[in-house]
């Protein structure tokens, strides 16, 4: 669908959303009327006469059956609103994702249009192109009400490029033309290397285009870059516990082996060293650089709730975001429905049997009232009499609320068992199984850790990786730890720390896949990782029938990923072309989930894949839920679009099962 046709949609939208809020409006004073009649009909219930008491409990139902329905319509009203307001967002953030993207694109023409020495009359076109693009976009995100995204301007195309020695003049050290790097031959990247954007010019060898090459090939050493697609190689797996500072230095001496003893190799090195504190930053998450460890104080005592503490709010608040978030007929949606249904079904069976208790006691207690009212004369009791009527109505008042309360607790289950039956499609039903074969979705996650980053500690966000490391030593010890232990188990680790940023501490923090397998070879399991995804070879990628039969073996699993890739209903856009060197962020990942178990289908073709995540990606209308699937179709998107898309695994020594998958 083309940016032009959004401009009605979101005037539709914007339409739905106002006759949703009337609609929510109208019932919720339908829902006061109701309650209003039904305390005005309850409250005639405690007539002593038996037959004026049986007609108002009899209207009292019929008044609780009023305002069950009330109810019910002013959830589905609230849901539509809801729902037109999540697409709203949605599609304002798409139109973002979008006009950013144009933006991109007019940049990367505006460059192309300064360094070609040809074909700018096509290039002005796709630069027109692309910011019309991008206004159209910025009307939309207008009819919504939201901000709009300044465009992109630029330059002069035919301004000229700064040379490598204007680059070196602006460095920090008071490096001059004289001094760049130019007149004593420091290596450059490889024009192999790179994948450049159209006319771009291959880095030159200024001293940030130095630091910039360094950059590279530190980041090819920490196992962080994989080289361009189309080479007929793929990258070898690093040794598990190599240690990242060496790693580091090694690099740093061969730089400095090239630099010699050339007057201006200090700051040089200087300027290098700050790449590598950068670089050394922990990369599973989004970090910042300049991190550094900090020892925090004594924790508290380990909390258990932070694993799975809400199962069935969880399966719920997925099914309600899964729609919103993928849409109501997306796969992701499906498949939370069925898991959502399971749990209904469940409740549906524990309410009946409650209910199925409570009538009997109810009505005996009813009865007990009504004999001693037959056999007396309420108006003319003994002391002693009325205490015994005063408890035997108290007693019946409360037997019959406890029964009506589980009426309507069993009336607003089958009334949401129908909407999300309404919903499903019997073709695309599946079953769950999750780690060791279990086939209850509400449990699998137990041991993960599931709450949000930063429950423990505010202005502890980026720890996905301790939340997932955490959970995977949960399942095989059989524990229920927490952050507070996996936290402190990670700062106490010898160049295992997980870190964080002191400035931006909500926004920073991170674990390396090395540092996450040793901490769960600290606790005596077998473990380890795979990497897969860009650059890697077809024969090596891993798949999601793989995973599950590690799964269903005993394998604990976490995978990382790009977080982005989880928000919508596709993955997250990636620039039409991937740069070499350090400027790949958008494809690598920035994230680490636990994975709980797999959806099959009647054939049993794994159909998708659920994880638990901590970051709080799938999250609106005041929820927010760590389970979230990810489908076959995305997975493969996800594998195909991702550097460094990583498995790790960890099993219980003596378990039965190899010890390495």
């Not at 304002?92 to 023409?109: I, P, T």
């Not at 898991?339 to 409740?347: F, M």
């Not at 009505?363 to 035997?392: G, I, N």
Request: hydrophobic content about 35%; aromatic content about 6%; some cysteine.
């Amino acid at each position: 669908m083309g940016v032009e046709n959004q401009l009605e949609r979101a005037e539709r939208l914007v339409r739905e959303i106002e006759e949703a809020e009337r609609d929510v409006s109208r019932a919720e004073a339908r829902l006061a009327a109701a309650r209003q009649r039904a305390a005005s009909v309850r409250s005639r219930q405690s007539s002593t006469d038996r037959r004026a008491a049986e007609k108002a409990r009899n209207e009292a139902r019929e008044a609780d059956a009023a305002v069950g329905a009330a109810e019910t319509a002013l959830e589905q009203a609230r849901r539509k609103l809801g729902t037109s307001r999540a697409a709203r967002e949605e599609l304002g953030r798409g139109m973002v994702r979008y006009v950013s993207d144009q933006n991109r694109a007019v940049a990367q023409v505006r460059k192309a249009m300064a360094a070609a020495p040809y074909g700018r009359e096509d290039l002005s076109r796709l630069r027109q192109q692309a910011t019309g693009h991008a206004r159209t976009g910025n009307r939309v995100l207008q009819i919504l009400g939201m901000e709009t995204i300044a465009l992109d301007e630029g330059e002069d195309p035919r301004a000229p490029i700064p040379s490598a020695g204007a680059v070196a003049s602006r460095a920090p050290g008071g490096l001059d033309e004289s001094q760049s790097f130019a007149t004593v031959g420091a290596p450059s990247v490889p024009a192999s290397y790179v994948a450049r954007r159209a006319g771009e010019p291959v880095l030159g060898t200024g001293l940030e285009d130095f630091a910039e090459n360094f950059r590279y090939d530190l980041r090819r050493s920490l196992g962080k870059m994989a080289p361009p697609p189309g080479l007929l190689f793929s990258p070898a797996p690093l040794p598990m516990g190599y240690d990242e500072q060496q790693l580091a230095e090694r690099v740093l001496r061969g730089y400095a082996d090239q630099l010699g003893d050339t007057p201006y190799a200090p700051a040089v090195m200087d300027r290098l060293r700050q790449v590598a504190d950068e670089e050394l930053a922990p990369f599973s998450l989004g970090t910042h650089p300049r991190i550094m460890a900090v020892d925090r104080p004594n924790d508290p005592p380990e909390q258990s709730e932070h694993c799975n503490p809400h199962p069935a709010a969880d399966v719920e608040a997925s099914w309600v975001l899964c729609s919103h978030a993928y849409g109501p007929d997306s796969p992701e949606a499906q498949a939370a429905a069925w898991r959502y249904l399971e749990t209904i079904e469940t409740s549906d069976k524990e309410l009946s049997a409650r209910l199925d208790r409570a009538r009997p006691i109810a009505e005996a207690a009813r009865q007990s009232y009504y004999a001693f009212s037959d056999a007396h004369d309420v108006t003319a009791l003994t002391s002693d009499e009325y205490l015994e009527f005063s408890r035997l109505k108290a007693a019946s008042d409360e037997a019959g609320e406890i029964e009506r309360e589980l009426e309507r607790a069993l009336g607003r289950v089958r009334s949401r068992r129908a909407e999300v039956e309404q919903g499903l499609d019997p073709a695309r039903r599946t079953t769950f199984t999750g780690r060791g074969g279990t086939r209850d979705f509400e449990h699998a996650y137990d041991g993960l850790i599931t709450v949000p980053q930063g429950y423990v500690y505010d202005d502890t966000m980026g720890c996905c990786g301790v939340a997932t490391t955490g959970g995977m030593a949960n399942q095989q010890t059989g524990e229920r730890n927490g952050y507070p232990r996996y936290l402190e188990r990670f700062y106490s680790s010898h160049n295992m720390h997980y870190e964080f940023d002191l400035d931006e501490r909500d926004k920073n923090g991170g674990t390396s896949a090395a540092r996450r397998v040793s901490v769960l070879r600290s606790y005596g399991l077998s473990a380890g990782t795979r990497t897969f995804g860009i650059g890697v070879r077809a024969q090596d990628q891993v798949s999601l029938e793989q995973l599950a039969q590690l799964s269903e073996r005993g394998y604990s699993l976490a995978l990382s990923l790009h977080a982005e890739d989880l928000l919508g209903r596709d993955i997250a856009p990636r620039p039409l072309v991937m740069p070499s060197g350090a400027n790949t962020e958008e494809w690598e990942v920035n994230h680490s989930v636990a994975v709980a178990g797999f959806d099959f289908d009647a054939a049993g073709k794994v159909t998708c894949m659920w994880v638990s995540d901590t970051g709080g990606f799938l999250q609106g209308l005041g929820l927010r839920t760590n389970r979230i699937p990810i489908t076959r179709e995305r997975f493969e998107k996800m594998r195909g679009s991702t550097l460094y898309m990583t498995v790790e695994w960890a099993l219980q020594p003596g378990s039965g099962h190899p010890s390495q998958p």
